[in-house]
């Protein structure tokens, strides 16, 4: 025989009434001074050319002050109730494997942006909103300033809270290719020095 508690319906409401909390509506999002991202549509492209996502991919990526990208991770999120505090741990769990903590710092310098591939329209999703809470409690756990908030569809990409997006790339598109750098040029072999050495060996 197994005794037990069964959870009586004032805890299973109050437990309710808290996971309401933890779901940021657009208009909170857009009234906490998330920082504007300079170029989005190079940060999507650069970590979607990197972590190729198909649904229902999460990237999560920290940016430096001049939005050099300066660690990510991909992963598939498991199935789960729309719950900002699930999805804090699962982002903090990321940002403490890519990077160390910016705790010490009296002001964050560094920023986490996430990007959420998924099915769907880009409109506003009850789900979006608990990760957008998870990434505001995460960075603040983690001593980062919490940034952009992306979505990509097959409709293309959207910055949530802030109205800017495109429809390149999107969730089916192929990834661009990575910029090649320039090849250096060869050393310099003219000169009177090169030219001595060249006699040099002739002899």
């Known amino acids: 025989m197994t005794f037990g508690f069964a ?41 979607h050319s990197r972590h190729r996502p198909k649904p229902p991919a999460v990237i999560v990526a920290v940016l430096d002050p001049d939005e050099r990208l300066r660690a990510s991770a991909s992963f598939t ?3 789960a109730s ?8 699962v982002l903090l769990a990321q ?14 310098v560094r ?12 409109r506003w999703t009850e789900e979006d909103g608990a990760w ?14 919490c940034g952009a908030y992306i979505t990509l569809t097959r409709d293309g990409w959207q910055v949530l809270g802030e109205g800017r997006g495109g429809r390149h790339p999107h969730a089916d598109s192929a990834p661009e290719p ?9 050393p310099r072999t003219g000169g009177a020095a090169s030219e001595i050495l060249r006699r040099v060996a002739a002899r």
């Not at 957008?132 to 300033?145: E, P, Y």
């Open 111 to 122: 920023t986490a942006v996430l990007l959420r591939c998924r099915e769907g329209d880009a």
């Open 178 to 186: 990575f910029a090649v750098s320039e090849v250096p040029p060869p």
């Open 132 to 145: 957008m809470w998870g990434l505001r409690d995460a960075c603040t756990l983690h001593g980062l300033r």
């Open 7 to 47: 959870p009586s319906s004032a805890a299973s409401l109050s437990s309710s009434a808290a996971s309401a909390t933890r779901v940021l509506e657009p208009a909170e999002w857009a009234a906490a001074g998330i920082p504007l991202l300079r170029n989005p549509r190079e940060v999507v492209s650069g970590l």
């Open 82 to 89: 729309a719950d900002g505090w699930l999805f804090r741990n």
């Open 77 to 79: 999120p498991r199935p």
């Open 95 to 108: 940002l403490r494997r890519i990077i160390p903590h910016d705790l010490r710092r009296r002001t964050p």
